[in-house]
Protein backbone atom coordinates (compact mmCIF):
# COMPACT_ATOMS: atom_id res chain seq x y z
CA UNK A 1 0.00 0.00 0.00
CA UNK A 2 1.24 3.34 -0.76
CA UNK A 3 1.40 6.06 2.13
CA UNK A 4 -1.25 7.77 1.14
CA UNK A 5 -3.72 4.47 0.75
CA UNK A 6 -2.68 3.75 4.46
CA UNK A 7 -3.50 7.09 6.03
CA UNK A 8 -6.92 6.95 4.60
CA UNK A 9 -7.35 3.65 6.06
CA UNK A 10 -6.71 4.96 9.52
CA UNK A 11 -8.26 7.58 9.00
CA UNK A 12 -11.47 5.00 8.26
CA UNK A 13 -10.81 3.30 11.33
CA UNK A 14 -10.52 6.53 13.46
CA UNK A 15 -14.26 8.07 12.19
CA UNK A 16 -15.54 4.65 13.84
CA UNK A 17 -14.87 6.18 17.15
CA UNK A 18 -17.66 8.77 18.91
CA UNK A 19 -15.32 9.97 21.29
CA UNK A 20 -11.73 11.02 22.57
CA UNK A 21 -11.93 8.10 25.21
CA UNK A 22 -12.23 5.91 22.49
CA UNK A 23 -9.19 7.10 20.28
CA UNK A 24 -7.16 7.38 22.77
CA UNK A 25 -7.82 3.98 24.29
CA UNK A 26 -7.14 2.54 20.87
CA UNK A 27 -4.06 4.72 20.55
CA UNK A 28 -2.76 3.26 24.23
CA UNK A 29 -4.23 -0.44 23.33
CA UNK A 30 -1.56 0.22 20.29
CA UNK A 31 0.99 1.41 22.71
CA UNK A 32 0.93 -1.34 24.70
CA UNK A 33 1.06 -4.06 22.41
CA UNK A 34 3.54 -3.38 20.32
CA UNK A 35 6.94 -4.31 20.86
CA UNK A 36 8.16 -1.34 19.01
CA UNK A 37 12.27 -1.55 18.68
CA UNK A 38 14.99 -3.88 19.73
CA UNK A 39 16.56 -3.43 22.97
CA UNK A 40 19.80 -2.78 21.93
CA UNK A 41 18.83 0.73 20.02
CA UNK A 42 17.05 2.03 23.24
CA UNK A 43 20.10 3.80 23.93
CA UNK A 44 21.39 7.67 24.32
CA UNK A 45 22.35 7.43 20.22
CA UNK A 46 18.72 6.76 19.15
CA UNK A 47 16.74 9.00 21.62
CA UNK A 48 14.96 11.96 20.54
CA UNK A 49 15.49 14.84 22.99
CA UNK A 50 11.36 15.51 23.21
CA UNK A 51 11.83 17.03 27.11
CA UNK A 52 8.89 14.75 28.95
CA UNK A 53 8.61 11.72 27.00
CA UNK A 54 11.54 9.86 25.69
CA UNK A 55 11.74 8.57 22.24
CA UNK A 56 14.22 6.63 20.43
CA UNK A 57 13.81 5.73 16.74
CA UNK A 58 15.80 3.21 14.62
CA UNK A 59 16.15 2.91 10.81
CA UNK A 60 17.27 0.09 8.46
CA UNK A 61 17.44 -0.23 4.68
CA UNK A 62 15.81 -3.80 2.94
CA UNK A 63 15.09 -4.21 -0.65
CA UNK A 64 15.60 -0.71 -0.83
CA UNK A 65 12.76 0.17 1.56
CA UNK A 66 13.12 2.47 5.06
CA UNK A 67 12.11 -0.05 7.88
CA UNK A 68 11.40 2.01 10.87
CA UNK A 69 11.82 0.19 14.51
CA UNK A 70 10.54 3.27 18.01
CA UNK A 71 9.57 3.42 21.34
CA UNK A 72 8.68 5.91 24.04
CA UNK A 73 8.37 5.46 27.66
CA UNK A 74 4.62 6.88 27.52
CA UNK A 75 2.33 4.97 26.07
CA UNK A 76 -0.02 6.91 24.54
CA UNK A 77 3.16 8.67 22.63
CA UNK A 78 3.90 5.05 21.96
CA UNK A 79 0.61 4.62 20.21
CA UNK A 80 1.11 7.60 18.25
CA UNK A 81 4.66 6.21 17.03
CA UNK A 82 3.18 3.07 16.18
CA UNK A 83 0.89 4.84 13.90
CA UNK A 84 3.73 6.90 12.50
CA UNK A 85 5.85 3.58 12.05
CA UNK A 86 2.60 2.01 10.32
CA UNK A 87 2.39 4.67 7.80
CA UNK A 88 6.10 5.18 7.07
CA UNK A 89 7.74 2.13 7.42
CA UNK A 90 8.47 -0.20 4.39
CA UNK A 91 7.77 2.46 2.13
CA UNK A 92 10.77 3.91 -0.49
CA UNK A 93 12.78 7.05 0.76
CA UNK A 94 11.77 9.33 -1.71
CA UNK A 95 7.93 8.48 -0.69
CA UNK A 96 8.64 9.26 3.13
CA UNK A 97 10.25 12.73 2.29
CA UNK A 98 7.47 13.62 0.15
CA UNK A 99 4.68 12.66 2.02
CA UNK A 100 3.04 14.78 4.91
CA UNK A 101 1.04 14.37 8.11
CA UNK A 102 -2.21 16.15 7.69
CA UNK A 103 -3.67 12.59 8.68
CA UNK A 104 -2.66 13.37 12.02
CA UNK A 105 -5.36 16.55 12.34
CA UNK A 106 -7.99 13.76 10.41
CA UNK A 107 -7.53 11.98 13.34
CA UNK A 108 -8.16 14.49 16.03
CA UNK A 109 -4.38 14.21 17.27
CA UNK A 110 -3.37 16.94 16.48
CA UNK A 111 -2.00 18.40 19.50
CA UNK A 112 0.35 15.86 20.13
CA UNK A 113 2.12 17.06 16.80
CA UNK A 114 1.95 20.68 17.86
CA UNK A 115 5.71 21.82 17.43
CA UNK A 116 5.08 22.84 21.24
CA UNK A 117 4.42 20.04 22.63
CA UNK A 118 7.32 18.60 24.61
CA UNK A 119 6.34 14.71 23.74
CA UNK A 120 9.27 14.34 21.04
CA UNK A 121 7.08 13.71 18.00
CA UNK A 122 7.46 16.55 16.24
CA UNK A 123 11.62 15.56 16.46
CA UNK A 124 10.81 12.11 15.87
CA UNK A 125 9.04 12.66 12.48
CA UNK A 126 11.84 15.42 11.46
CA UNK A 127 14.32 12.09 12.22
CA UNK A 128 12.65 9.59 9.86
CA UNK A 129 12.91 12.08 7.26
CA UNK A 130 16.29 12.70 7.85
CA UNK A 131 16.44 8.98 7.90
CA UNK A 132 14.81 8.19 4.50
CA UNK A 133 16.76 11.29 3.06
CA UNK A 134 20.16 9.52 4.21
CA UNK A 135 18.94 6.60 2.75
CA UNK A 136 17.57 8.54 -0.09
CA UNK A 137 21.32 9.54 -1.13
CA UNK A 138 22.70 5.83 -0.57
CA UNK A 139 20.29 4.52 -2.90
CA UNK A 140 20.83 7.16 -5.63
CA UNK B 1 -16.47 31.38 55.41
CA UNK B 2 -13.95 31.75 52.23
CA UNK B 3 -15.93 33.02 49.43
CA UNK B 4 -14.93 30.94 46.42
CA UNK B 5 -17.66 31.83 44.38
CA UNK B 6 -17.31 35.36 44.80
CA UNK B 7 -13.56 35.38 44.10
CA UNK B 8 -14.23 33.39 40.98
CA UNK B 9 -16.19 35.87 39.66
CA UNK B 10 -12.83 38.00 39.87
CA UNK B 11 -10.86 35.87 37.25
CA UNK B 12 -12.72 35.91 33.83
CA UNK B 13 -10.55 32.83 32.49
CA UNK B 14 -12.02 30.34 35.04
CA UNK B 15 -15.30 30.26 33.18
CA UNK B 16 -13.69 28.84 29.79
CA UNK B 17 -14.05 25.60 28.79
CA UNK B 18 -11.12 23.14 27.21
CA UNK B 19 -11.92 20.27 25.46
CA UNK B 20 -15.86 20.79 26.01
CA UNK B 21 -15.34 20.99 29.79
CA UNK B 22 -14.83 23.54 32.26
CA UNK B 23 -11.48 24.49 32.68
CA UNK B 24 -9.55 23.26 36.04
CA UNK B 25 -6.97 24.71 36.00
CA UNK B 26 -4.54 23.13 38.55
CA UNK B 27 -1.72 24.81 37.66
CA UNK B 28 -1.32 27.81 39.66
CA UNK B 29 2.61 27.14 40.62
CA UNK B 30 3.31 27.86 36.89
CA UNK B 31 1.38 30.85 36.78
CA UNK B 32 -1.64 31.99 38.35
CA UNK B 33 -4.27 33.30 36.67
CA UNK B 34 -4.95 37.13 36.31
CA UNK B 35 -8.20 38.40 38.01
CA UNK B 36 -10.50 41.75 36.34
CA UNK B 37 -8.45 44.41 38.56
CA UNK B 38 -5.31 43.12 37.68
CA UNK B 39 -6.88 43.36 34.03
CA UNK B 40 -8.70 46.64 34.31
CA UNK B 41 -5.53 48.13 35.59
CA UNK B 42 -3.52 47.21 32.48
CA UNK B 43 -6.41 48.32 30.06
CA UNK B 44 -5.85 51.44 32.01
CA UNK B 45 -2.56 52.09 32.02
CA UNK B 46 -2.65 51.35 27.98
CA UNK B 47 -5.65 53.47 27.60
CA UNK B 48 -4.89 56.53 29.80
CA UNK B 49 -1.38 57.25 30.65
CA UNK B 50 1.13 54.94 28.16
CA UNK B 51 4.24 56.93 28.20
CA UNK B 52 8.06 56.99 29.20
CA UNK B 53 8.91 57.31 32.78
CA UNK B 54 11.26 59.32 34.20
CA UNK B 55 11.80 61.26 31.13
CA UNK B 56 9.64 63.15 30.13
CA UNK B 57 8.07 66.60 31.35
CA UNK B 58 4.65 65.92 29.93
CA UNK B 59 1.97 64.80 31.71
CA UNK B 60 1.10 61.17 30.71
CA UNK B 61 4.91 60.92 31.55
CA UNK B 62 4.39 62.41 35.15
CA UNK B 63 1.55 60.13 35.83
CA UNK B 64 3.30 56.86 34.54
CA UNK B 65 5.96 57.68 36.50
CA UNK B 66 3.81 58.56 40.16
CA UNK B 67 1.72 54.76 39.20
CA UNK B 68 5.22 52.65 38.90
CA UNK B 69 7.02 54.53 42.20
CA UNK B 70 3.34 53.96 43.80
CA UNK B 71 3.43 50.03 42.58
CA UNK B 72 6.69 49.82 44.29
CA UNK B 73 6.01 51.77 47.36
CA UNK B 74 3.04 49.05 47.32
CA UNK B 75 5.58 45.89 47.09
CA UNK B 76 7.89 47.35 49.52
CA UNK B 77 5.44 47.82 52.05
CA UNK B 78 4.13 44.30 51.13
CA UNK B 79 7.15 42.88 51.71
CA UNK B 80 8.24 45.35 54.60
CA UNK B 81 11.13 46.65 53.13
CA UNK B 82 12.76 49.49 54.97
CA UNK B 83 12.94 51.63 51.88
CA UNK B 84 11.12 51.58 48.73
CA UNK B 85 14.83 52.23 46.67
CA UNK B 86 15.24 48.62 47.94
CA UNK B 87 12.69 47.26 45.88
CA UNK B 88 14.40 46.48 41.93
CA UNK B 89 11.66 46.01 39.60
CA UNK B 90 13.02 43.10 37.11
CA UNK B 91 11.71 41.19 34.93
CA UNK B 92 11.33 38.07 36.93
CA UNK B 93 13.25 35.69 39.38
CA UNK B 94 15.64 34.52 36.85
CA UNK B 95 16.65 38.01 36.44
CA UNK B 96 16.82 38.49 40.17
CA UNK B 97 18.85 35.83 40.61
CA UNK B 98 21.09 36.20 37.75
CA UNK B 99 21.70 40.04 39.04
CA UNK B 100 22.50 39.05 42.22
CA UNK B 101 24.84 36.26 40.54
CA UNK B 102 26.53 38.43 38.22
CA UNK B 103 27.08 41.02 40.99
CA UNK B 104 29.09 38.53 43.42
CA UNK B 105 31.25 37.82 40.39
CA UNK B 106 33.40 40.52 41.62
CA UNK B 107 33.16 40.10 44.89
CA UNK B 108 34.13 36.62 45.26
CA UNK B 109 37.75 34.77 45.11
CA UNK B 110 39.21 31.74 44.12
CA UNK B 111 37.81 29.04 47.21
CA UNK B 112 34.89 31.09 48.45
CA UNK B 113 31.76 28.86 48.32
CA UNK B 114 28.25 29.27 47.96
CA UNK B 115 26.08 26.82 48.97
CA UNK B 116 22.97 25.75 47.17
CA UNK B 117 19.91 23.70 47.86
CA UNK B 118 18.93 20.17 46.72
CA UNK B 119 15.42 21.52 46.15
CA UNK B 120 16.05 24.34 43.46
CA UNK B 121 14.90 25.26 40.11
CA UNK B 122 17.26 23.39 37.81
CA UNK B 123 17.99 26.65 36.08
CA UNK B 124 18.97 28.57 38.95
CA UNK B 125 21.60 26.33 39.63
CA UNK B 126 23.12 27.33 36.73
CA UNK B 127 23.78 31.44 37.34
CA UNK B 128 25.76 29.73 40.51
CA UNK B 129 27.66 26.89 38.22
CA UNK B 130 28.51 30.29 35.78
CA UNK B 131 29.44 32.17 38.93
CA UNK B 132 32.05 29.66 39.96
CA UNK B 133 33.40 29.12 36.91
CA UNK B 134 34.27 32.66 36.79
CA UNK B 135 35.53 33.02 39.94
CA UNK B 136 37.00 29.69 41.48
CA UNK B 137 34.67 29.79 43.98
CA UNK B 138 32.89 26.36 45.08
CA UNK B 139 29.51 25.09 44.74
CA UNK B 140 27.99 23.09 47.78
CA UNK B 141 24.63 20.96 47.64
CA UNK B 142 22.52 20.75 50.92
CA UNK B 143 21.09 16.99 50.15
CA UNK B 144 17.53 16.64 50.56
CA UNK B 145 15.74 13.30 52.46
CA UNK B 146 12.81 11.16 51.29
CA UNK B 147 10.00 13.33 52.89
CA UNK B 148 11.82 16.51 50.32
CA UNK B 149 13.18 18.16 53.15
CA UNK B 150 16.34 19.89 52.96
CA UNK B 151 18.71 17.75 55.63
CA UNK B 152 19.75 21.02 58.15
CA UNK B 153 22.44 18.57 59.78
CA UNK B 154 24.41 18.79 56.69
CA UNK B 155 23.78 22.39 55.71
CA UNK B 156 25.81 22.75 59.37
CA UNK B 157 28.33 20.69 58.07
CA UNK B 158 28.55 22.63 54.76
CA UNK B 159 28.69 26.28 56.55
CA UNK B 160 32.50 27.56 57.39
CA UNK B 161 34.58 30.87 57.27
CA UNK B 162 34.72 30.18 53.24
CA UNK B 163 30.47 30.22 52.53
CA UNK B 164 30.06 33.68 51.24
CA UNK B 165 26.75 33.30 49.97
CA UNK B 166 23.84 30.60 50.40
CA UNK B 167 21.09 30.49 47.88
CA UNK B 168 17.66 28.77 48.82
CA UNK B 169 14.32 28.77 47.98
CA UNK B 170 11.59 29.76 49.91
CA UNK B 171 9.65 26.99 48.82
CA UNK B 172 10.15 24.04 46.94
CA UNK B 173 8.58 24.26 43.27
CA UNK B 174 7.85 20.25 42.40
CA UNK B 175 7.18 19.47 45.90
CA UNK B 176 5.58 22.38 48.12
CA UNK B 177 8.19 22.25 50.87
CA UNK B 178 8.32 25.30 53.04
CA UNK B 179 11.87 25.09 53.63
CA UNK B 180 13.14 26.76 57.15
CA UNK B 181 14.73 29.73 55.66
CA UNK B 182 14.58 31.54 59.29
CA UNK B 183 17.40 28.93 60.42
CA UNK B 184 19.10 28.83 57.36
CA UNK B 185 19.55 33.05 57.21
CA UNK B 186 20.57 33.05 61.17
CA UNK B 187 23.05 30.48 60.70
CA UNK B 188 24.50 31.81 57.22
CA UNK B 189 24.72 35.24 58.91
CA UNK B 190 26.65 33.57 61.66
CA UNK B 191 29.54 33.48 59.79
CA UNK B 192 29.00 36.55 57.75
CA UNK B 193 27.71 34.65 54.60
CA UNK B 194 24.91 36.91 52.30
CA UNK B 195 21.66 34.90 52.11
CA UNK B 196 19.59 35.04 48.73
CA UNK B 197 16.23 33.26 48.97
CA UNK B 198 13.93 32.52 45.51
CA UNK B 199 10.12 33.31 47.32
CA UNK B 200 8.77 32.61 43.58
CA UNK B 201 6.58 29.83 44.88
CA UNK B 202 6.58 31.46 47.97
CA UNK B 203 4.94 34.68 47.83
CA UNK B 204 1.63 33.12 46.40
CA UNK B 205 0.71 31.97 49.47
CA UNK B 206 2.42 33.80 52.42
CA UNK B 207 3.75 37.75 52.70
CA UNK B 208 6.98 37.44 53.79
CA UNK B 209 8.88 40.27 55.76
CA UNK B 210 11.90 40.74 54.66
CA UNK B 211 13.25 42.79 57.89
CA UNK B 212 11.98 39.99 60.56
CA UNK B 213 13.94 37.45 58.45
CA UNK B 214 16.91 39.70 58.28
CA UNK B 215 17.30 38.10 54.40
CA UNK B 216 19.76 40.26 52.58
CA UNK B 217 18.06 39.33 49.12
CA UNK B 218 14.62 38.10 48.19
CA UNK B 219 13.31 37.70 44.42
CA UNK B 220 9.85 36.58 43.43
CA UNK B 221 7.97 37.04 40.04
CA UNK B 222 4.04 38.66 39.41
CA UNK B 223 2.90 36.25 37.60
CA UNK B 224 2.63 33.77 40.40
CA UNK B 225 0.92 36.11 42.71
CA UNK B 226 -1.55 36.68 40.09
CA UNK B 227 0.13 39.72 38.00
CA UNK B 228 1.64 40.03 34.80
CA UNK B 229 4.24 37.96 33.05
CA UNK B 230 7.51 39.24 32.89
CA UNK B 231 8.06 41.38 35.73
CA UNK B 232 9.17 40.80 39.49
CA UNK B 233 11.11 42.20 41.71
CA UNK B 234 14.71 41.78 43.91
CA UNK B 235 14.59 43.07 47.21
CA UNK B 236 18.02 43.33 48.45
CA UNK B 237 19.47 45.68 51.71
CA UNK B 238 20.70 48.74 50.87
CA UNK B 239 23.84 47.92 51.79
CA UNK B 240 23.87 44.78 49.57
CA UNK B 241 22.46 47.04 46.63
CA UNK B 242 25.30 49.43 47.01
CA UNK B 243 28.23 47.33 47.29
CA UNK B 244 26.71 45.39 44.10
CA UNK B 245 28.19 46.59 40.86
CA UNK B 246 25.31 47.16 37.72
CA UNK B 247 24.24 44.10 35.57
CA UNK B 248 23.34 46.07 32.67
CA UNK B 249 23.97 49.38 31.14
CA UNK B 250 21.62 51.45 29.28
CA UNK B 251 19.40 54.57 29.99
CA UNK B 252 18.09 55.36 33.23
CA UNK B 253 20.78 53.57 35.86
CA UNK B 254 23.47 56.49 34.86
CA UNK B 255 23.72 59.80 36.45
CA UNK B 256 26.08 61.14 34.32
CA UNK B 257 27.91 59.96 31.14
CA UNK B 258 30.89 61.18 29.19
CA UNK B 259 33.74 58.58 27.07
CA UNK B 260 36.22 59.09 30.17
CA UNK B 261 33.48 58.10 32.75
CA UNK B 262 30.25 56.90 33.98
CA UNK B 263 28.79 57.49 36.99
CA UNK B 264 26.26 55.49 38.30
CA UNK B 265 22.40 56.58 39.38
CA UNK B 266 21.38 56.01 42.99
CA UNK B 267 19.25 53.02 43.65
CA UNK B 268 17.23 51.44 42.45
CA UNK B 269 17.67 53.00 39.22
CA UNK B 270 21.35 51.79 39.45
CA UNK B 271 19.59 48.34 37.94
CA UNK B 272 16.88 49.09 35.77
CA UNK B 273 18.68 49.71 32.71
CA UNK B 274 16.62 50.73 29.98
CA UNK B 275 12.98 51.48 29.47
CA UNK B 276 11.40 48.90 31.65
CA UNK B 277 7.80 47.12 31.67
CA UNK B 278 5.74 49.98 33.40
CA UNK B 279 2.50 48.47 32.69
CA UNK B 280 3.81 45.24 34.58
CA UNK B 281 5.13 47.01 37.42
CA UNK B 282 1.62 48.93 37.81
CA UNK B 283 -0.11 45.67 37.22
CA UNK B 284 2.12 44.33 40.08
CA UNK B 285 1.59 46.82 42.63
CA UNK B 286 -2.11 46.08 41.61
CA UNK B 287 -2.01 42.71 42.12
CA UNK B 288 -0.51 42.47 45.44
CA UNK B 289 -3.44 45.20 46.39
CA UNK B 290 -6.03 42.36 44.73
CA UNK B 291 -4.50 39.63 47.57
CA UNK B 292 -4.04 41.70 50.22
CA UNK B 293 -7.57 42.45 50.14
CA UNK B 294 -8.33 38.86 50.16
CA UNK B 295 -5.88 38.62 52.47
CA UNK B 296 -3.11 36.41 53.17
CA UNK B 297 -4.18 34.66 56.50
CA UNK B 298 -7.53 33.88 54.85
CA UNK B 299 -5.47 32.70 51.46
CA UNK B 300 -3.14 30.41 53.82
CA UNK B 301 -5.95 28.59 56.23
CA UNK B 302 -8.24 28.00 52.69
CA UNK B 303 -5.10 26.66 50.71
CA UNK B 304 -4.48 24.28 53.42
CA UNK B 305 -8.15 23.16 53.53
CA UNK B 306 -7.49 22.27 50.08
CA UNK B 307 -4.55 20.69 50.70
CA UNK B 308 -5.47 18.40 53.10
CA UNK B 309 -8.67 17.48 51.23
CA UNK B 310 -6.71 16.60 48.12
CA UNK B 311 -4.22 14.53 49.50
CA UNK B 312 -6.75 12.35 51.24
CA UNK B 313 -8.71 12.13 48.35
CA UNK B 314 -5.97 11.08 45.82
CA UNK B 315 -4.15 9.13 48.45
CA UNK B 316 -7.10 6.85 48.20
CA UNK B 317 -6.42 5.94 44.84
CA UNK B 318 -5.09 2.57 44.72
CA UNK B 319 -1.23 2.41 43.64
CA UNK B 320 -0.63 6.80 43.64
CA UNK B 321 2.32 7.68 45.18
CA UNK B 322 2.72 11.19 46.51
CA UNK B 323 6.33 12.99 46.40
CA UNK B 324 6.85 15.43 48.89
CA UNK B 325 5.60 14.65 51.90
CA UNK B 326 6.98 17.11 54.40
CA UNK B 327 5.13 18.64 56.85
CA UNK B 328 5.41 21.98 56.21
CA UNK B 329 4.52 22.09 52.57
CA UNK B 330 2.53 24.76 50.49
CA UNK B 331 -0.76 23.48 48.30
CA UNK B 332 1.20 21.49 46.03
CA UNK B 333 0.93 17.80 44.97
CA UNK B 334 3.46 16.23 43.18
CA UNK B 335 2.58 11.82 42.32
CA UNK B 336 2.84 9.15 40.09
CA UNK B 337 0.26 6.18 39.59
CA UNK B 338 2.49 3.42 39.83
CA UNK B 339 3.65 1.94 35.79
CA UNK B 340 2.45 4.85 34.35
CA UNK B 341 4.32 7.88 32.71
CA UNK B 342 3.46 10.87 34.15
CA UNK B 343 2.77 12.71 30.94
CA UNK B 344 0.25 10.44 29.89
CA UNK B 345 -1.77 10.90 33.28
CA UNK B 346 -1.59 14.52 32.11
CA UNK B 347 -2.63 13.68 28.57
CA UNK B 348 -5.75 12.57 29.70
CA UNK B 349 -6.71 14.80 32.28
CA UNK B 350 -6.38 17.71 29.58
CA UNK B 351 -8.88 16.11 27.94
CA UNK B 352 -11.22 16.56 30.87
CA UNK B 353 -10.63 20.12 30.85
CA UNK B 354 -7.98 19.71 33.83
CA UNK B 355 -4.91 21.64 33.92
CA UNK B 356 -1.72 19.66 35.88
CA UNK B 357 1.90 20.20 35.04
CA UNK B 358 3.63 17.45 34.07
CA UNK B 359 7.27 16.35 33.68
CA UNK B 360 10.58 16.98 35.72
CA UNK B 361 9.21 20.66 36.78
CA UNK B 362 12.65 22.38 36.56
CA UNK B 363 13.73 20.55 39.11
CA UNK B 364 15.72 17.23 37.56
CA UNK B 365 18.31 16.76 40.35
CA UNK B 366 15.05 16.27 42.61
CA UNK B 367 13.59 13.48 39.64
CA UNK B 368 17.20 11.91 39.66
CA UNK B 369 16.42 11.15 43.55
CA UNK B 370 13.75 9.73 43.44
CA UNK B 371 14.39 7.74 40.21
CA UNK B 372 11.63 8.66 38.31
CA UNK B 373 11.03 10.81 35.06
CA UNK B 374 8.85 12.96 36.45
CA UNK B 375 5.60 13.74 38.61
CA UNK B 376 2.01 14.81 37.93
CA UNK B 377 2.21 17.96 39.72
CA UNK B 378 -1.00 19.67 40.87
CA UNK B 379 -0.96 23.01 42.44
CA UNK B 380 -4.32 25.11 43.98
CA UNK B 381 -4.53 28.72 44.25
CA UNK B 382 -7.30 30.33 46.59
CA UNK B 383 -9.79 30.46 43.54
CA UNK B 384 -9.93 26.94 43.03
CA UNK B 385 -12.57 24.75 44.99
CA UNK B 386 -13.14 20.99 46.71
CA UNK B 387 -15.69 20.28 43.86
CA UNK B 388 -12.38 20.40 41.39
CA UNK B 389 -10.26 18.51 43.49
CA UNK B 390 -13.34 15.95 43.44
CA UNK B 391 -12.95 16.40 39.68
CA UNK B 392 -8.98 15.89 39.42
CA UNK B 393 -9.35 12.61 42.26
CA UNK B 394 -12.05 11.15 39.16
CA UNK B 395 -9.75 11.98 36.37
CA UNK B 396 -6.77 10.30 37.75
CA UNK B 397 -8.88 7.41 38.45
CA UNK B 398 -10.14 7.75 34.78
CA UNK B 399 -6.66 8.01 33.66
CA UNK B 400 -5.52 4.84 35.89
CA UNK B 401 -8.16 2.86 34.23
CA UNK B 402 -7.31 3.62 30.53
CA UNK B 403 -3.75 3.67 31.17
CA UNK B 404 -3.30 0.14 32.84
C1 LIG C 1 11.13 28.22 42.71
C2 LIG C 1 11.15 28.94 41.40
N1 LIG C 1 12.17 29.77 41.11
C3 LIG C 1 12.21 30.46 39.96
C4 LIG C 1 11.24 30.32 38.99
C5 LIG C 1 11.37 31.07 37.71
O1 LIG C 1 10.53 32.18 37.69
P1 LIG C 1 10.46 33.12 36.40
O2 LIG C 1 10.31 32.19 35.23
O3 LIG C 1 9.26 33.96 36.62
O4 LIG C 1 11.74 33.88 36.33
C6 LIG C 1 10.15 29.49 39.25
C7 LIG C 1 9.09 29.34 38.24
O5 LIG C 1 8.78 28.30 37.74
C8 LIG C 1 10.11 28.77 40.47
O6 LIG C 1 9.11 27.94 40.74
Given at each position: MTIQEIQNEIIDEFSMFDDWEERYQYMIDLGKTLP????????????????????????????????????????????????????????????????NTDFIDEIGLKEHLSPTRANGLVSMIKQLKMYAVAYQTQLS | MFDTIKIRKDFPILSREVN???????????????????????????????????????TLSQEATDKYEAARQTIQKHFNAQKAHEIIFTSGTTHGIN???????????????????????????????????????????????????????????????????????????????????????????????????????????IKPDV??????????????????????????????????????????????????KTTYADLPHKFEAGTPNICGGIAFGAAIDYMNTIGFDAIANYEHELLEYATEKLLAIDGLKIYGTSKHKTSVISFNLEGIHPYDVGTILDKMGIAVRTGHHCAQPIMDYFKIPGTVRASFAFYNTKNEIDKLAEGVKKAKMMLS
Open positions: LIDAQYKTEDYIIKGCQSKVWVHADLENDKVVFTADSDAIITKGIIAILIRVFSNQHPKDIIEA | GEPLVYLDNAATSQTPRQVIDCIVDYYSNYNANIHRGVHLVANGFSSLLKKRDEIIVSALEHHSNIVPWQMLCEHTGAVLKVIPMNQDGELVMSEFDKLLSQNTKLVFVNHISNALGTINPIEVIIEKAHQVDAAVLVDGAQACPHQALDVDFYVASAHKMCGPTGVGILYGKEKWLNLLPPYQGGGEMIAEVTFE
